[in-house]
């Protein structure tokens, strides 16, 4: 009997260790919190596993089993539910590649099905990613020229100067937005997905002490946040942890920048995203003569969860306006996710349009930084 009562205070301790390193290895506290935390535990773990194991009245014995398991319990589900939002936040921090889908169109009334021995024009704006792509039409015997210019590729199709046209999704999503032919007289006939690995240089940050920089980057889809898509959130999150001071700065997504490693063009900083998260960072950086340290991407879908997360949050807004679906009034107002989501979206019925959307968009993060950080 006294043996089975080691073994349980022994695996007990092994699962309050293991706890403790998930916690220690999640960097979820600061380390001066993490020790007061862990001595604590370790505490309550020695009290229990003392009181089976030496103290031999039976009530104090089934009281200790007792709260060991309900410690296991919580601990297991904390683990679980700590694990999820870990993984959530990786996601959205911390991208370890993008996809890019390109398309083949021909016009509906050429009767080509597929893109094999066609005469094509690609829209190529990145030539350092264009290889496979290249590669991939040249095993069909397609013959192609290449052009930065949107401009052309329209007229080459629509002239019938080739015989179908190549472009990204998110440049055919923009010809669509602007000329209802170009989706509704078009097919797709080939669809290929380019996968680039992200690598950035890791900042020297004491993150403690020092001011830093986190990009938010807000791109316009739903799903996957490794798909590349245009970056309609561009907010600078500025934090300096020795006053305990956060600064925000939102650009507008129609600012007219010159974008590193394109064709060398300006074009609106919302079409950064496009071509990757790096090279939003990269045009912000040159535009703001800064140091970008971090940067989070997120979504539709992302947005939705972390607010859903939190529980919802509370956010002050500095006008009465009503959307699609939601009212929204002047000063505080709890939203959960998709009622945060059509709030930063909104600019068409705000009197200060985007400027105003950046303004509700600042609000939402306010929000979210005061329910991460309230103390009840």
């Known amino acids: 009997m006294k043996r089975s009562k080691k ?22 506290l600061p380390l001066n919190y993490f020790f ?16 089976l194991i030496i103290v031999k009245n039976k009530i104090f014995k089934s009281l200790s089993i007792f709260f060991m398991v309900v410690i296991t319990i919580m601990i297991i589900i904390g683990l679980r539910y700590s694990s999820n939002t870990l ?21 509906k009334t050429s009767g080509h099905e597929q893109i094999d021995d066609l005469d094509v024009l690609i829209h190529n704006n990145m030539a350092d990613e264009m290889e496979k792509l290249k590669e991939v039409l040249e095993e069909k015997n397609v013959l192609f020229e290449e052009t930065s210019d949107l401009t052309e590729i329209y007229s080459g199709l629509f002239d019938e100067v080739v015989d179908a046209i190549v472009i990204e999704s998110n440049f055919k999503d923009i010809l669509g937005e602007e000329l209802p032919e170009f989706v509704d007289e078009t097919v797709i006939i080939f669809e290929y997905e380019i996968r680039s690995e992200l690598i950035r240089e890791k900042r020297d940050v004491n993150v403690t002490e020092d001011p830093f920089n986190i990009y938010i980057s807000g791109i316009d889809t739903r799903g996957s946040i490794s798909n590349r898509a245009r970056s309609d959130v561009n907010i600078i999150m500025t934090i300096n942890p020795a006053t305990k001071e956060v600064l925000l700065t939102n650009i ?29 960072v990269n045009t912000l950086e040159n535009l703001l003569d800064t140091e970008i340290d971090f940067y989070l991407r997120v979504n539709f879908s992302s947005t939705v969860r972390l607010i859903d997360a939190l529980g919802g949050i509370t956010v002050n807004s500095n ?8 009212s929204f ?11 945060t989501l059509a709030f930063v979206r909104e600019r068409k019925r705000l009197p200060g349009g985007d400027r105003a959307r950046g303004e509700n968009q600042q609000a939402a993060i306010e929000g979210i930084i005061n329910k991460m950080t309230q103390r009840d």
Not at 36 to 51: D, E, K, M, P, Y
Not at 87 to 107: H, P, Q, V
């Open 7 to 28: 073994i349980i205070g022994s695996i007990f301790s092994l699962i309050t260790i293991y706890f403790l390193f998930a916690v220690f290895q999640s960097k979820l």
């Open 87 to 107: 993984n959530f936040l990786r996601n959205i921090s911390n991208l370890d590649f993008e996809t890019t889908k390109y398309y083949g169109l021909a016009l």
């Open 252 to 280: 507008p997504r129609d600012y007219y920048v010159r974008i590193p490693g394109t064709t060398g063009y300006k074009d609106k900083l919302t079409h950064t995203g496009i071509y990757g998260v790096e090279t939003s």
């Open 36 to 51: 007061i935390f862990a001595l604590i535990v370790l505490f309550i773990n020695g009290v229990l596993t003392a009181t």
């Open 319 to 326: 006008y009465a306006f009503s959307t699609k679906d939601y």
């Open 329 to 339: 009034s002047r000063g505080n107002n709890f939203m959960d996710g998709e009622r």
